[in-house]
Structure formats: C-alpha cells, structure tokens
C-alpha cells in the first residue's frame, strides 16, 4: 500500500477528533472539560480560580481563557500563539521555582503535566465544565430509550472488550424489578403469574403492575425524604415535635399519581406562590421549612434567619442542582464559578418566608395550614376539590353577569360559599343544594384536618445583602434581589424574581443541571450506582459520566417525557443493562462496576430489610400515611440524651396495627433516629443526603439477629409456614419463594433442614425456651399450633431472613 | 477517587487476596508501634504521618458548659468587684446571649464562692477550687489550659462546633474521624465506644450527631455502650436462644451465605460471613468487658463505691479503663449538667461530687498500669461561663451565662506536657491574657494561631497531633471538597507536647 492511501484511511477512521499538530506528529486533541479542567481545578484552582483575588491583588487566574492569556508584566500564563512561552508551561516544569509550591499538598503527577503541556502546545483552548453545559441528545436515532441505554451502556462494554452479561433467570430479575420500584419482593401469586405466563408481553405487564401498586409511591418516596431531610422533629436543641408528615403523605401520593416531575418541584418551592394554590400545592411547600430549627434560649434570632436560609440554600444546591454552594457562603467558590454574591442572590428567594428565625419549640411553628391525616384522607379531599372545581364550572355557565367581576378574583373556597347561601346568586336551583351539600361534606372532611408547615410570602421581603465570612452580623453591599448562578442557565424571561419564578428556572430547558442530577439519581436507584458516582456533585471537583452520552441522552429525555418518572424507570427496567446477571465478573477488571457490565448487588435498604420481614411473616400493616409510628426500641434511649424540657424525650411506644406499618413511617427523632434505621445505614436527615453508605458491620448481624421486632417477624412467619403447607419441604419451598422468589438450592436445602432438625430437638427438650422465644413482641401466639414447631420454624425463619439472599439486591 | 469507594475497594482487593486486612494491621502495628517513625493502621490513612504518642483518647466531654471561674479559673481580684457590673471596655462588644442580654440588673460581677488551693504540678503549681479536692491532687499528670476559645455561645451549635469542627450539623465527629483514619486495635469490640453517664441535672440535650459519622461512611459512628439493658444495642440473644443455638444458626447462616457468594461472587458476601463471627464474638467480649468482678477491691477504692452503680460516671471511667485495655482506641463519655444559670453552687457540687474522684482515679488507674503514657485523657466541655451573674447574685447563691471567648480544658497522658497550665484570662476570667495579665487586643482568632491560646480546633488539631495525624492531611472528600475535622484552621500547640 502506498503511504498516502495510508494516509488517507487514518484520517478516516478516526473521528473528526484527530488533528495534525505542526511537527507533524498527530495526536488526539486534549478534551479541555474532561482532561484539563480537573487537573487545573484540584491543583491550581486553590490559588488560581474565581477567587484568586483573596490570595493577592496580582495573583493570576487560570480559570479562564481570557485571565490566562492576559498578557501581563511578567508575560502570559498561556500563550496561545507561542506555547513555549507559556509561564504555566515554564512553571510545571521548573526545579527552581516550581508550580504547584514544593510545599503545597497537592502535586502534578507526570501524567498531568504531560497533559497541561500537550494542552498548551494545542492552543490552550477551554471550554465550559461539562455540567454547565444544557444537555442534548446525540444525532443517532434509536427505536425507543431502551434501546438507547443499551446502545450506550454496550460501547463501554465493547471496547473493554467483552458483551453484557447473560439475562438473568426470570424470578431473579422478578425479584430485582420488584424491589427496585417498590421495596418488597413479589408476592407469590404475582411471581408465579408472571413466571407462568408464555406471553411476550409478560415482562412489560409484570412492570406496569409494580408501576401500579401503592407500595411504588412508598418506596419512592424514601429517596425524596432523604434528600430533603424530611423529619418528625425540628432537629436542634429540644428537637420537640413538628408537624408536617401530611408533607410525606403527598410525597407518597405525588409518586404513585406520577406527578410530573417539573410540578414536583414546582409545588414544593412556590405552591403558595401558585394561582389559586389546590391543598396540596400548599402543603408541598413544606420541602422549604424542612430545615432543622431551634429556640434554644439565648440563641440569637438574626443568627438562625441565617442559618435557615444557608441550609436551605444548600440543600436546593445539593437536592436539585447537584452543586455545593457551601463554599460560596463565606467567600467566592474556589472551584465552581459561584460568587459570594451569588450564593446570597440565591439565598434571597428563601429569605422572605414568613416564618419566625425560631421555632418556639412549636408543633405549629407557624406558618401553618390544615391537612388530611392519611393517604386515604388525601383521596377523599382530592375528590372533594375535583367535585367543587366541576360544581364551580357548571356554575361558572349560569353565572349571572352582576356578579361575573366578583366571580374571577374570587378563591374558590369563596366562591364554594357563595353557591351556597341560599340568598345567593344561585339561589333556589340544583346547584345550591349541591354546593350545601359539598360544602357540608367537605366541612366533615377537614374537621379532623392536622397541622402541617407551610411557606408564606411576608407582605414586604427581607433584605438580603452578602454576609462576609458567612457571619450573620457582617452584612456588606447593597441589598440583593433573587437571582440565579449567571454559569447555570439564564433566568427564564418574565418569571417572577421570586421561589416560583427559581422554579421555573430549575426546570427550564436551558437549565443544564437540574434535570441531569434527577435523571443520575433515578438511574442510582435502578443501577445501584450512579452514571456519576458523585450524586451530590456536578461540579469541577466531581466524578465525570461514566456514560456522559448517555446521561444526555436520558436528561433530555426526561423532560421531553414531561418530566415522566414512571417512563424513565420503564425504560431502565426494560433495558438488557438491567436485565443482566449481578454474578461478578471474571473476564474484565471492574469492582466498581463502571462499566454496567453486570447487574446491581448490594445491600438492601434499612426501611427494606424490615418491610421485608413484616410483609413475608403477614404482620404488615397496609395502612398509608399518617402520624409517625413508634415500633420497638430499646428502652431508654431517648430519655439518655433529651433535655428535660423536651417533649420527645419519652419514647411511646405504639402498640397494635401501628407496629407494623412500613418503615417509610417510622417517626423520624433527627438528633436520635430508630437505631434499626441508623445501623443500616439511613442518614439523620439533619442533611442532605442524595447517596447513603452501604456498611457492613458486626453490629448490623447483632440487630438482624436479636431486635425484637425481626424476632416477632420470624415467630410469624413461622406460623405462616407452618399453617400454609403441610410439609418441611414445602414450607422451606415457601420461605425461599417470599424472601428469594425462588426454591431453595439443594445446599440451603440441607443446611435449613440441619437447623430445623436440631432446633426442633433442642426445643422439644426444653418448651420453656420454645414458649420464651414465642414470647417476643406483641403479636399474638398461634396457640394451635405446636409451639416447639413454631420455635424451632421460627429460628430458621430468623437465619434465612438474614441471609444474603434475603438482604441483598441481585 | 472518592474515597467511600476507595476504602470499598481497598477491602475488596484485600478480600479477594484473601488476607484478613485485620491480621495483617494489627500485627504490624503491635511490632512497630513505638519503634518506627509511623506505624500502620487499619484505617484509611494507611500508616499515621508520624510518630503517634498517643494510641488512644479517652475524652471526658462536660455537656453544658462547666464553670472554668469555679473550678480552674482563680480570679481573686473579683472578690472585690462583687456586684459591680461588667466593664463595657472587658466586654468589648462580645455578644451576649439572649438570657441575659436584658436582664434587670445588668451584667454584675459575681466571684466564686469557692476557696482556691495552690497544688503543686510540674511548674509554678496550679490553682484548683475545693469543688475538685481529687483531681487536685493528680495536678503533676495535668496539661491545664486556661485560655481555650470558641465562637459559639449556646449549646447546641457550640457542642456540634467542638465535636465535628462545624456549627452546622452534617460533618463527622471527632470520633469518627479517627475511626476512619486509624481504624481498630480489636475487631472483637466496637471501634469507637460513647457512654453517656449519669447526672442529676440533665439539663442538655445530647445528638447523635456529637459522635456521628457525617458524610464519612457510617460505620465511623460512634457506637453507645450503655448502662440500662443491652450495653450494645440488640446483644443479647432473644429469650429461648442460647449461646449454643446462635453458633448452631451462624453456622447454617454461614452455609447459606456460602452459596449466595457460589452464585454471585460478591466478595461483600464473604466479608458478611466475618462481620457475623466477630458478632459472635463480640456478644462473648462484650459482657466480659462489662463484668467487673474480676476488678479488685482498691479499684473500688480508687473510684469510689460510684463504681459499681452502672452508668455512673465513676462507672463509665472504670469502663473506659477497660475499654482501653483491650484495644478500643477511642473513647467518649458524656456527663451531662453542667449548664448552671441559676444555682450554680448547689448544681456544680453535685456534678463536681459525680466526676471528681472518678477522674482522680482513671488518670492514676491508667498510671499505675502503664498505660497512661500512650493514652490520652482530655476533659473540658463546649464553652466556659460568665464572670457576671445570670438572675439574682448574692455571695452564696448564683448563676452564669454561657461564655465562648475563654474556658479551661485539661489533658494528660499520651505525649502531652505533664504537671503544666498554659495560657491565662485576664482579672475577670473573661478575655483570654498575655502572661502578665494584660488582655490580648485584638482578641485572638481562629484564623491565626497565637501563642498561649488554644481555639477549639487548635485542641482538635493537637488531639490528631497526639495521635500520629496531621489534621491537614485526615481529609475526605465530599461535594467536590476536601473536608476535614478542623475546617480550614486548627494549628498544633507544641507548647503541650512532651
């Protein structure tokens, strides 16, 4: 072959990436976002990035292309027209007066500097953090977002050199959907349709029946809770009783109803704020008192109105934007290109809520509206509200014109009440009947309304201004209006300088982070791991995509879908990444799994370990919403750390149905959560937390093994067993198709029937232990049956149930 | 990397070679340890950044702001200012609390009703009010500093603040953060042990924040060793279980998670299998622990009859003896109320009666066996209180408000100077001094160590110091930055090392 034609086909087989540099050797173009920007923020960024001011008036910066090559006495950073002259280039290479200092912690390995140099000798061009920039779908076509995901997933896959994992075996993948979308395994009748069934279609019907069930919004909701820190308590000093579970209702019911998730947030950050706000759209903006709150005597109210609003600042940086603004609350950020006066213009829209700095150590820590007690509650309400809407549009036919002024500026509570007085203008027809009628039940429905917290407008807003140092008493500058971080996206034209107006910024098209942080996290969910391992951070110092085309592709398809979540988990579940067996692989090197080249195994959640346990021993209470629930716990374990003055430092205990509730409804103390929650790994919810740790520690196998309530779950499933089937055989058959959603191998076999053997031996010879072990917790013994069965049933119960088959996701 | 990761694989990796990380630390911390520069830890730091003169804290946190002017703080010149309020030039624009802000009669001055020994240390000697006749007496094995500061001036930020370097809640402990740089000496009990002791004035709250792990994966928490039921939550077997059952179902368990690991191959798996044993274990070397009836007689004499009342604080440092013994390096016990606004005599007695003798007695107890030159003991709480009176002042009866710019900590063992105090208030025990006497202007302040002050994270920075951490270098990264226990400050006080 003749050197040109060589030539030629390089050129075409690789991408338009490829450029020939001048000494005529080629090499791929640096990926300034990718390759550099990294290096230069963990490295240089310290002294050299937004806030290099604070380091000296002549400190230069090299977050930039302008700053870096601004030709300065001393010559340019980056010279684009004469690399070699480059002071950056001198400096990384220099013995003498080296760069970063010889003294500073964080050092250029060889890579890097042979990178930065390449960069330079290129041009030293930059471009924007890949997260500031909107995301777009790449131009291949694909059938459907399934396609799409595995189209991406299986590049990596390919060029690491091996294909996806074999599908997994149909009740494993069973269980695995199952858990995913809704926390507990398939109920048996459910498992075996869908393993029975020789339609194609049977897949995508098992899925939309989980999409279906009430349990979906439940676990859903978690996820939620954890980012927003949602509690039952205020969370400092007292940490007395707040009311705002009805807040954790709608989220439950928001998720099963698929609210689209642009609404979502929507409502949360400025239902108020909403024409003619619906109930929930109020109770929503519970999401903006979420923060932790005290009345600490002595504490200083202007301290905690800056507190407050730091937190909550905050947690819209970590929860929606993917970003700590932690930093930039004390000066410029050092990484990310957020000013100090930024973080404050962003800290504005909160700053004009109507409640007080301090709580009072009030359930009602006002502002607060009245609310449904429970899911069902919430049902009956929303129909009621959908009957007055219908009633004031065939009212809204007949209107008299008198009143037609009256009638438009009116709330529809007022106007409700208008159809219904009986001098009114609808006066002796059907339609004042009804509204009497409606009006009375509605009246009915609410008497038993609770409290919950909401956000308010003040008639006149607070004044914001830049805190130096972050110190509440060292306000300096002009006052500041609302605005958003200038890198993340233009505020949307004609929205409102307020939080509905941050909201429709936050799902506004040319918003880049919003929607990817989302789509990382539903992905979390689904995958295990994140497309960015760092969920919490979009920014500079963060993790990059593992598959950026992808999280691109998914983000716009999130909102091209409407913001659907219920669509984007299909697609996920539908998918053949998702569909892979979790078995390790052996032919590629990737603990980490970063390729998506084997399917999810961890560690159950700890809300999940126990929902588990109540629903396969049929102790589980199906009731949604309400109060918090108060299940076992150690005595005495609030009352160690309380204040006197507290009004949770007694730990009631519940008793009945209310023991069993999903633990998605477990009172939530913030300074003293469940220890079953806390052993397991769920945060505090003080913070922010978008990813927790997946521990494993000794004391977890403690707490699997003895806390009473697993105890109690055991004895009932034991009787379950033991009442259902007729043989051991097909009681073990039974316990492994609820916890495993599958028959045990012949190796479990064998060793449950050792543990039952010699359980059944050792409780035959002493029933008081068998009656004492039937004695934990507070459901009622099956006295039918022989308790030393019972027993010796229920301690292969407790082994199976925390097994790795049972707490694992796989 | 992010580091949750790391430390996930690094156990992976060890995993899959099939080393116990454990065995293999361990062993070569005991042959090191004391020999080399470093020595190696089971924890993230790998080796500690230099020669550790400590190998374990035991830290006696006093929850509500005791009183340095009553107890350590001698100011006999306020004799004479009794009742006179507060000079605003002493003040100087220091905030004050929202109790007394507005209190009716001003900020009067309020000397201590306590009478003050000289007791010989290693120096000049130290005074100690009679409130402390016991701890008194070890002063030669006391590093006293006079001049600790923080910002914060209610309990809960100023506590979260001492604790976890941040007002705000969501950072890790201190605790924690040496459960995550330097791991455990003893896998057969927790690594990092809290007990909360009885008081008759439980007038604060405490937080599971205090010994949380914040963003640090959370098996860096701090575990509650307690005195009502089980002393680990959920050890004991349930009721009708026996010893000899639960080995019977671990073994099955084993079995079972055996086959799991055949079919998938997760190395987490085998790593459950071994977290189930030290469980086993664990439920052996727990009651163990707990069983004082191994401890002599004169024990009991040097802690007092307390001793034997479980959850006493004489309990908790008898506790914290034997916790140390076997390798736990990191210890905190609470003692609760010590937030006297009024009443402060009648409360501070009592409180002073529950801790003195007890920490008279660890400090000897750990001498005795020779132990108290690698394990560092440290004592203090979350700010001082007021020189002038909260509510009514007589020469007898009152109360103190919550006081941030200057309070008394102590330390011993472990590598720090014995038998010294360092820094000094001025007259009022209100600001912090120069030797002299003269108060320092400007104040001093965290962002500048200066010399005879010890800022909170400066004692947090001394404390890692002790034991073979910089507390530049312990960081973990999170939301893209990387945080540490001491925040951007903290300087190491070389003045109270050995």
């Known amino acids: ?810 | 990397m992010n580091p949750i990761y790391e430390q996930q694989l690094l156990t992976t990796r060890r995993q899959l070679f099939g080393k116990s990380a454990l065995g293999l630390g361990t062993a070569a911390l005991a042959g090191l340890f004391g020999n080399e520069l470093q020595a190696e830890t089971t924890g993230h730091i790998g080796a500690t950044h230099h020669k550790a003169t400590a190998r374990r804290v035991i830290y006696l946190f006093m929850s509500g702001g005791p009183s340095h002017l009553d107890m350590w703080d001698y100011k006999p010149k306020l004799k004479d200012m009794f009742n006179q309020q507060l000079p605003d030039h002493v003040r100087s624009g220091q905030r004050v609390t929202g109790m007394t802000a507005n209190q009716k009669n001003g900020l009067p001055l309020c000397p201590s009703k306590y009478r003050f020994r000289k007791y010989d240390n290693n120096q000049n000697g130290v005074w100690v009010s009679d409130l402390l006749p016991h701890t008194a007496r070890v002063a030669k094995d006391l590093c006293v500093v006079h001049s600790t500061f923080t910002e914060a001036i209610n309990h809960d930020p100023a506590i979260t603040y001492i604790q976890t370097g941040s007002q705000i809640p969501g950072r890790p402990s201190l605790g924690a953060w040496l459960s995550y740089g330097l791991g455990s000496l003893n896998e057969n009990l927790p690594h990092y042990v809290v007990m909360h002791a009885r008081t008759n004035f439980a007038e604060q709250s405490l937080f599971n924040r205090l010994w949380g792990a914040g963003f640090l994966p959370s098996d860096h928490q701090g575990i509650l060793m307690r005195s009502q039921g089980d002393p680990v939550l959920y050890l004991s077997n349930p009721a009708g279980v026996s010893r000899e059952d639960r080995r019977t179902q671990l073994d099955a368990l084993a079995a079972l998670n055996q086959e799991q690991h055949k079919r998938f191959a997760d190395p987490e798996v085998l790593a459950r299998i071994r977290q189930h044993e030290m469980a086993y274990r664990m439920q052996a070397s727990v009651p163990e622990l707990m069983d004082l009836s191994s401890e002599s007689d004169s024990t009991f004499e040097l802690y007092g009859e307390d001793a034997k009342t479980p959850g006493t604080f004489a309990a908790c440092c008898l506790n914290a003896r034997r916790l140390a013994e076997r390798g736990v390096r990191n210890i905190q016990i609470f003692h609760r109320g010590w937030d006297a606004h009024g009443g402060l005599p009648r409360e501070h007695e009592s409180q002073c009666r529950d801790i003195d003798q007890a920490c008279a007695a660890l400090i000897k107890d750990l001498k005795q066996r020779g132990m108290l030159e690698d394990t560092l003991v440290v004592w203090g709480g979350e700010f001082g209180r007021t020189s002038y009176c909260q509510g009514n002042l007589t020469r007898e009866n009152y109360g103190r408000d919550h006081h941030p710019r200057c309070f008394t900590t102590w330390m011993a063992g472990g590598g720090v100077k014995p038998g010294i105090t360092y820094g000094r208030s001025d007259d009022y025990g209100y600001n912090i001094a120069h030797e002299d006497g003269t108060p320092m202007n400007p104040q001093p302040d965290k962002s500048k160590w200066t010399p005879g002050t010890m800022h909170i994270h400066d004692l947090n920075a001394t404390i890692l110091h002790l034991l073979g951490i910089d507390h530049r270098k312990l960081t973990y990264r999170y939301q893209g930055r990387d945080f540490r226990l001491t925040d951007v400050h903290g300087h190491v006080i070389d003045d109270l090392l050995a």
């Open chain 1, 1 to 810: 072959m003749k050197p040109s034609t060589l030539f030629i086909i390089i050129v075409l087989q690789i991408p338009a990436t490829t450029c020939l540099l001048a000494d005529g050797s080629d090499t791929r173009p640096i990926d300034f976002a990718r390759q550099i920007l990294p290096i230069l923020s963990d490295k240089c960024f310290v002294c050299h990035g937004p806030d290099a001011a604070e380091h000296g008036a002549d400190m230069r910066r090299l977050d930039s292309f302008e700053a870096a090559t601004a030709a300065l006495e001393s010559g340019k950073a980056i010279d684009p027209d004469a690399p070699q002259n480059s002071l950056v280039l001198n400096r990384i290479h220099s013995a003498d007066d080296p760069m970063p200092p010889a003294d500073s912690e964080k050092q250029l390995s060889a890579a890097e500097r042979t990178l930065l140099s390449e960069w330079i000798k290129q041009g030293g061009s930059y471009a924007k953090h890949w997260a500031f920039v909107p995301p777009k779908k790449t131009a291949t076509e694909f059938e459907d977002g399934t396609a799409a995901i595995d189209s991406f997933v299986q590049q990596n896959i390919t060029a690491a050199g091996i294909d996806f994992a074999p599908e997994a075996d149909r009740s494993t993948l069973a269980r695995r959907a199952s858990l995913v979308l809704t926390g507990l395994p398939p109920a048996p009748d459910q498992l075996a349709a869908f393993l029975n069934s020789n339609s194609d279609r049977a897949y995508d019907d098992y899925v939309e029946q989980l999409l279906a069930s009430p349990g979906f919004g439940e676990h859903q909701a978690r996820y939620w809770l954890d980012a927003v820190r949602y509690g039952d308590t205020h969370g400092l000093h007292l940490d007395n009783k707040r009311g705002i579970y009805p807040y954790r209702d709608w989220v439950v019911l928001a998720f099963n109803q698929n609210l689209p998730f642009d609404d979502f947030i929507t409502w949360q950050l400025a239902g108020d704020l909403l024409p003619n706000p619906t109930l929930a759209q109020k109770v929503a903006t519970g999401f903006v008192r979420m923060n932790p709150s005290t009345s600490e005597g002595g504490a200083i109210p202007d301290e905690f109105q800056a507190k407050n609003n730091f937190d909550r600042t905050e947690t819209i940086g970590t929860v929606l934007l993917g970003m700590s603004f932690t930093c930039a609350r004390c000066h410029t950020h050092k990484y990310d290109p957020i000013l100090h006066t930024e973080y404050y213009q962003l800290l504005a829209f909160f700053n004009s809520t109507a409640e007080s700095p301090m709580d009072g150590n009030k359930y009602e820590y006002g502002p607060v509206i009245k609310a449904p007690t429970d899911i069902n509650g919430w049902k009956q309400w929303t129909q009621l509200e959908t009957q007055r809407d219908e009633l004031l549009a065939k009212a809204e036919q007949v209107l008299p014109a008198t009143i037609a002024a009256q009638w438009n500026s009116s709330s529809k509570e007022d106007l409700l009440k208008l159809a219904t007085k009986t001098d009114g203008p609808f006066a002796a027809s059907d339609l004042q009947s009804s509204a009497a009628e409606l009006t009375q039940r509605m009246d009915e429905a609410s008497a038993n309304f609770t409290t919950t917290l909401v956000a308010q407008e003040l008639p006149q807003p607070r004044t914001t201004k830049v805190l130096s140092r972050g110190e509440y008493n060292l306000p300096i500058g002009d006052t500041l209006q609302p605005a958003t971080p200038a890198v993340m996206g233009a505020f949307p034209e004609n929205a409102p300088a307020d939080r509905l107006g941050l909201a429709q910024w936050l799902t506004s098209p040319e918003q880049p982070l919003t929607s990817r942080v989302l789509t990382n996290r539903i992905w979390q969910q689904v995958f295990g791991n994140g497309l960015v391992r760092t969920p919490e951070d979009f920014g500079v110092q963060g993790q990059q995509p593992t598959h950026p085309e992808l999280l691109d592709w998914l983000s716009v398809e999130f909102q091209d879908s409407g913001w659907n979540l219920k669509h984007m988990l299909r697609m996920m579940l539908h998918s053949r990444t998702f569909k892979q067996s979790s078995t390790w692989r052996t032919d590629v090197e990737d603990p980490e799994n970063r390729l998506f080249a084997r399917s999810a195994s961890y560690r159950l959640d700890a809300e999940v370990l126990r929902d588990i346990g109540l629903w396969s021993s049929n102790l589980l209470d199906p009731h949604m919403g309400g109060e918090g629930v108060k299940p076992y716990q150690p005595a005495g374990m609030w009352l160690a750390m309380a204040h006197p003055a507290s009004n949770t430092k007694l730990y009631e205990r519940d008793s009945g149905q209310r023991l069993y509730r999903r633990s998605l409804y477990v009172y939530w103390k913030r300074t003293s959560p469940h220890p079953m929650m806390t052993l397991f790994d769920a945060p505090d919810r003080e913070t922010s937390c978008v990813r927790r740790s997946r521990t494993n520690t000794s004391l977890q196998s403690l707490g699997l093994l003895n806390e009473t309530q697993r105890i109690e779950m055991s004895r009932k499933l034991a009787e379950r067993l033991l009442t259902e089937c007729d043989n051991d055989s097909a009681r073990l058959n039974l316990l492994y198709s609820l916890l495993a959603s599958r028959n045990p191998s012949p190796v479990e076999q064998s060793a449950c029937e050792n543990l039952l053997t010699t359980m059944k031996a050792r409780y035959a010879a002493s029933e008081k232990d068998a009656a004492e072990l039937l004695a934990t917790g507070e459901a009622s013994v099956n006295s039918s049956l022989n308790a030393v069965e019972v027993a010796a049933w229920s301690q292969v119960a407790t082994t199976v149930l925390a097994s790795d088959a049972a707490i694992l996701l796989y």
